[in-house]
């Protein structure tokens, strides 16, 4: 059984940075795709990144590009998503989804294995 957790999540100011750890069990991040999701109060989930293996291709929104960086920590097996230069407008709950399938990388519905989501508050 597949189960993924969250950490690394927290309130900081506009400019600062968090990173965000999934950790996994029965599953491994070499394989596959996985994602980073969040979901602001009132609002849809939205795609944030995702990587691909092999061979490794990342995924950003246009959002985040260019601030956040996602990535896997093979010898931990970790997904990671390192964000800076964080906004208001980033304030969310942040999901790790995983995949065994290959397709859309920004659709929630390719993701089989979901998170109970870390919060990360940005204040202005």
């Known amino acids: 059984q597949v189960q993924l957790a969250e950490s690394g999540g927290g309130l900081v100011q506009t400019g600062g940075s968090l990173l965000l750890s999934c950790a996994a069990s029965?599953?491994?991040?070499?394989?596959?795709?996985s994602a980073w999701f969040r979901q602001a109060p009132g609002k849809e989930r939205e795609f944030v990144a995702a990587v691909e293996r092999v061979p490794t291709i990342v995924y950003y929104s246009d959002s985040v590009k260019g601030r956040f960086t996602c990535s896997v920590d093979n010898a931990k097996n970790m997904f990671l998503l390192n964000m800076t230069s964080l906004l208001p407008e980033d304030t969310a709950v942040y999901y790790c989804?995983?995949?065994?399938?290959?397709?859309?990388?920004?659709?929630?519905?390719?993701?089989?294995?979901w998170g109970q989501g870390t919060q990360v508050s940005v204040s202005a």
């Open positions: 989804a995983t995949s065994t399938r290959y397709g859309r990388a920004s659709a929630p519905l390719l993701y089989d294995y």
């Open positions: 029965g599953h491994t991040f070499s394989k596959g795709v």
